[in-house]
Nanobody
Framework: QVQLVESGGGLVQAGDSLRLACAASGRTFSSYSMGWFRQAPGKERQFVAGINIGGDNTVYADSLKGRFTISREDAKNTVYLQMNSLKPEDTAVYYC??????????????WGQGTQVTVSS
């Protein structure tokens, strides 16, 4: 079992950058693909980015390519989401998840509690 805790969210202005981190407990972190999802008020949970076991393959939501970067550091049991050129529409609760390498939320077995990102215009 994996427990996930996100951090790094906050209130920023449009155009700013943020780096989210997701720390995992347990010694099996390196055995999971990791993903980031987000959910804005009144909207469905949306895939943001995924990274496979080993970190040599990544996938992004088409609308976020070029602004967001996912990475992992297995020695620290941590996955990151670097977010640049933030826009007000990026405002959401961001969740990390562990599971199979996929853009689909049902492929992920473990979820964090989320971290709020608010981008003001």
């Amino acid at each position: 079992q994996v427990q996930l805790v996100e951090s790094g969210g906050g209130l920023v202005q449009a155009g700013d950058s943020l780096r989210l981190a997701c720390a995992a407990s347990g010694r099996t972190f390196s055995s999971y693909s990791m993903g980031w999802f987000r959910q804005a008020p009144g909207k469905e949970r949306q895939f943001v980015a995924g990274i496979n076991i080993g970190g040599d393959n990544t996938v992004y939501a088409d609308s976020l390519k070029g602004r967001f970067t996912i990475s992992r550091e297995d020695a620290k049991n941590t996955v990151y989401l670097q977010m640049n050129s933030l826009k007000p529409e990026d405002t959401a609760v961001y969740y990390c998840a562990a599971g199979r390498f996929s853009t689909q939320y049902h492929a992920y077995d473990y979820w964090g509690q989320g971290t709020q990102v608010t981008v003001s215009s």
